[in-house]
């Protein structure tokens, strides 16, 4: 079986000691595609060096909502050209990771979104598609995203919302990121609403080093893991693990421009 993880921060320190043995065990356990997010910008330089030594890997670029603090106008400016320089280069694959967290209080609405919109004008600009962070907010970005109506949608990553949110997501033509938190018997509700989604609109992502599924509590977590988590929620749904996992490749597929047979 063949898997991509949309959704990983690989560049992070807790992968320094055995990246390569990370991604070649991934690789050995059919995750073919690995993506890396764009959190500040000052990881946009370590990130896509990182990309650059492996042709598995690709890159997004973008402001994250929860380090607010290392965000400054002229960051948007640095987007701006970075997208510029990289938009049709093939392992440029997004932007992200971008989007609004309303869990944390301290973190400015207003603030969030600006940068938002200035980011959701970017991938549109560029016709690139968004990877999407969504905590407590899913009204205002749903408003946001119909407003933009963008022309390459993308995905809301770790997707926890209700089955209300998830249509309106599916409606605009956005995916849905599901990873290790539904593997958590204790995630009750997101159980409920992944067992009722479309199956045409589901990807998978790990998000690691975070969420870590259930089967490795409170461990860093790893693309490794991907085929497992694939399993687990594909039994949930009452599917063949075969047929998430070809359809949310063909999903992702569908969403990067990649064609599913010549990965
Ligand atoms: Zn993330």
Redesign the pocket.
């Known amino acids: 079986m063949r898997y991509i993880d949309t959704?990983t921060?690989l560049d992070c320190p807790d992968f320094d000691a055995d990246r390569d043995k990370v991604i070649s065990n991934a690789k050995s356990f059919g995750v073919e595609r690995i993506l890396i997010?764009g959190?500040t910008a000052s990881n946009w330089d370590r990130l896509w060096q990182l990309v650059l030594s492996d042709q598995a890997l690709f890159g997004a670029f973008g402001l994250?909502p929860i380090f607010l603090d290392a965000h400054r106008d002229e960051h948007i400016d640095r987007l701006q050209q970075r997208l510029a320089t990289l938009v049709d280069h093939p392992q440029c694959c997004a932007v992200g990771?971008i989007g609004l967290d309303y869990f944390l209080p301290e973190l400015n609405r207003e603030r969030q979104q600006t940068l938002l919109e200035a980011q959701l004008q970017l991938a549109s600009d560029f016709n690139l598609p968004v990877l999407l962070?969504v905590r407590r907010a899913h009204a205002p970005m749903i408003a946001t995203l119909k407003r933009f109506g963008l022309h390459r949608t993308g995905i809301v990553?770790?997707f926890s919302g209700s089955r209300e949110e998830a249509r309106e997501y599916i409606k605009l033509g956005f995916k849905l990121g599901l990873g290790g938190a539904a593997t958590w018997p204790q995630a009750k509700r997101l159980r409920r609403t992944l067992a009722e989604l479309p199956r045409s609109s589901l990807v998978l992502e790990t998000?690691s080093p975070?969420m870590a599924p259930s089967f490795q509590a409170y461990q860093r977590n790893s693309p490794e893991f991907l085929p497992e988590i694939c399993r687990q929620l594909a039994e949930l749904r009452g599917e063949t693990t075969e047929t998430l996992a070809q359809a949310c490749l063909n999903n992702s597929c569908e969403l990067f421009g990649w064609s599913s047979t010549e990965l």
């Open positions: 959704h921060h997010m959190i994250h990771e962070h990553h770790a998000d975070d």
